[in-house]
């Protein structure tokens, strides 16, 4: 009885492939996961905002005539003269002089020039919604596709576009979760970006960021005709917003009520563009085609309270 060897040669090329196709498919996620992952536009710069000096007083001009004061020199020859701007040029002078100098300079110092020292508000807004919002999926999308997140404008323009639509469909409000800090320039940055991260994370595969697509978000054109699928019922929004001056420090800290939830986004989509430093807007599903079930929803995002 003859035992055959399998040749080697064919054994690597078979293994070549299974690696190569494995390879291949854990690059392209499957359909499903193309249909959970996560849509994303936003950006920003915490740039030093530009501060002005500007008179507490209309500046009067007028003319001051002085005179120099004799002072007698004890080296002979006389007497010379030291200008007298406050009637005399004695050491009383000269020490108002440094005292109104040090004034000046004290007042400098406190008016924070070169040293940003606003409070900046760093809000946070989550919506659920019921599937039947699915418009707004389309809405979102188009604005990342179309949105000029390079410009402070353009920055402002996407966040009202972003919370008009969600303004538009109230009758779909089903969850809403709210939370908000209050930093100082120099540490708001960092805590606007712990708050996004943590919110990406929460997310599926990003599969649209600003207009690029990442590789799976022609799912969103895909039909799904599947019947045998766990049943979906909501689309989580997020919104992350950073501003300087008051536009949101009269945010609630947590909002309970559909009223409530309407005043918040209204604030929000109200920021002066010159306010607004930094902003992002998430959502899952990303695709038209899926939507989350209730159970992904309390497991995802736990945070969440029925309105």
Same mark, same amino acid.
């Given at each position: 009885?003859? *035992?055959?060897?399998?040749?080697?040669?064919?054994?690597?090329?078979?293994?070549?492939?299974?690696?190569?196709?494995?390879?291949?498919?854990?690059?392209?996620? #499957?359909?499903?996961?193309?249909?959970?992952?996560?849509?994303?536009?936003?950006?920003?710069?915490?740039?030093?905002?530009?501060?002005?000096?500007?008179?507490?007083?209309?500046?009067?001009?007028?003319?001051?005539?002085?005179?120099?004061?004799?002072?007698?020199?004890?080296?002979?020859?006389?007497?010379?003269?030291?200008?007298?701007?406050?009637?005399?040029?004695?050491?009383?002078?000269?020490? +108002?002089?440094?005292?109104?100098? %040090? +004034?000046?300079?004290?007042?400098?110092?406190?008016?924070?020039? %070169?040293?940003?020292?606003?409070?900046?508000? *760093?809000?946070?807004?989550?919506?659920?919604?019921?599937?039947?919002?699915?418009?707004?999926?389309?809405?979102?999308?188009?604005?990342?596709?179309?949105?000029?997140?390079?410009?402070?404008?353009?920055?402002?323009?996407?966040?009202?576009?972003?919370?008009?639509?969600?303004?538009?469909?109230?009758?779909?409000?089903?969850?809403?979760?709210?939370?908000?800090?209050?930093?100082?320039?120099?540490?708001?940055?960092?805590?606007?970006? %712990?708050?996004?991260?943590?919110?990406?994370?929460?997310?599926?595969?990003?599969?649209?960021?600003?207009?690029?697509?990442?590789?799976?978000?022609?799912?969103?054109?895909?039909?799904?005709?599947? #019947?045998?699928?766990?049943?979906?019922?909501?689309?989580? +929004?997020?919104?992350?917003?950073?501003?300087?001056?008051?536009?949101?420090?009269?945010?609630?800290?947590?909002?309970?009520?559909?009223?409530?939830?309407?005043?918040?986004?209204?604030?929000?989509?109200?920021?002066?563009?010159?306010?607004?430093?930094?902003?992002?807007?998430?959502?899952?599903?990303?695709?038209?085609?899926?939507?989350?079930?209730?159970?992904?929803?309390?497991?995802?995002?736990?945070?969440?309270?029925?309105?």
């Amino acid at each position: 009885m003859t *035992i055959r060897v399998p040749n080697l040669k064919n054994l690597g090329r078979i293994l070549v492939a299974l690696v190569l196709g494995v390879a291949l498919w854990l690059a392209h996620p #499957t359909a499903a996961q193309a249909r959970r992952g996560g849509g994303r536009v936003g950006g920003g710069s915490f740039r030093a905002p530009a501060r002005t000096i500007r008179p507490s007083s209309p500046m009067v001009r007028t003319n001051t005539y002085y005179t120099p004061a004799p002072v007698f020199s004890p080296f002979g020859g006389g007497f010379f003269f030291f200008p007298s701007f406050f009637g005399g040029g004695s050491l009383l002078t000269l020490l +108002v002089v440094v005292a109104i100098a %040090g +004034v000046v300079l004290q007042a400098f110092r406190n008016s924070g020039i %070169g040293q940003p020292s606003d409070k900046v508000t *760093i809000a946070q807004v989550k919506v659920g919604l019921l599937a039947s919002a699915r418009s707004l999926q389309q809405d979102l999308t188009e604005l990342a596709y179309r949105a000029n997140t390079d410009s402070a404008t353009g920055l402002a323009q996407a966040l009202r576009e972003a919370t008009v639509s969600l303004l538009r469909h109230p009758e779909y409000w089903a969850y809403v979760s709210s939370g908000k800090a209050i930093a100082p320039f120099a540490e708001a940055e960092q805590a606007f970006q %712990g708050m996004v991260v943590s919110e990406r994370a929460k997310l599926g595969p990003e599969v649209l960021t600003n207009g690029r697509a990442l590789g799976t978000a022609a799912w969103i054109t895909t039909p799904d005709t599947t #019947t045998d699928e766990d049943p979906s019922e909501y689309i989580v +929004v997020t919104l992350v917003v950073a501003a300087t001056g008051t536009s949101l420090q009269g945010l609630p800290a947590k909002i309970r009520e559909a009223e409530q939830l309407r005043q918040t986004l209204t604030q929000v989509g109200s920021v002066p563009t010159d306010n607004l430093l930094a902003m992002e807007v998430l959502w899952e599903p990303q695709s038209l085609e899926y939507t989350l079930s209730a159970d992904e929803v309390v497991a995802t995002y736990p945070e969440l309270v029925r309105l």
